[in-house]
């Protein structure tokens, strides 16, 4: 019976290595789709955050004023938190490679002093690569008196080479209190 009971510890251990070295290759390739994803945002254009949280330094185009892109405005609060926050319009009708500025609005209802931090999006993702911000409350965290409210600006430009086929294109930001996520509260 010890030959059995042998065997059976050996196919243990060589199945708990087996095991083992699938979970180790499980975490690695898992830490490896980080720099991956990067880099296809990177080519794409696609949801880089990175890239759309700073400012873009864009040559000077003429208007296309043959064509309107409708661009849409949407405010977005965590569930955590208390704040206020509007855009100032709720769409705007644009040419293409011109430079427009709308706000948004934020009111910190805190009770505390705090810093308010904004994460852009852009939809559809295909835009990314043709919405460009020249300034932006997103690109810096904003420190907030308690119950300070002030209007934010953005400015942008919708490039000449967007796709025809696409005529709307939809900027939304969520904001976050900084201090409740690095515990300053």
Not at 157 to 167: F, G, S
Request: charged share 20%.
């Amino acid at each position: 019976m010890s030959e059995p009971s042998g065997q059976l510890k050996r196919d243990n251990a060589r199945l708990t290595r087996r095991l083992a070295l699938m979970t180790l290759g499980s975490f690695a390739f898992g830490f490896a789709l980080v720099p991956l994803y990067d880099v296809m945002c990177t080519i794409t254009g696609f949801g880089n955050q990175k890239t759309l949280a700073r400012a873009a330094s864009v040559a000077p185009q003429e208007a296309d004023e043959s064509r309107t892109v409708t661009v849409e405005f949407i405010a977005e609060l965590p569930n955590v938190g208390s704040w206020e926050f509007s855009p100032a319009v709720a769409s705007m009708q644009v040419h293409p490679g011109k430079l427009y500025e709308t706000t948004f609005v934020a009111r910190n209802l805190t009770g505390h002093d705090t810093t308010m931090q904004a994460v852009p999006n852009l939809s559809p993702r295909s835009v990314a690569g043709y919405f460009h911000k020249t300034e932006c409350f997103c690109f810096t965290p904003q420190q907030f008196s308690k119950d300070e409210e002030r209007p934010m600006p953005v400015r942008f430009i919708v490039d000449r080479a967007l796709p025809q086929h696409l005529d709307r294109v939809t900027l939304a930001y969520t904001i976050y209190d900084q201090s409740i996520r690095v515990g300053l509260k």
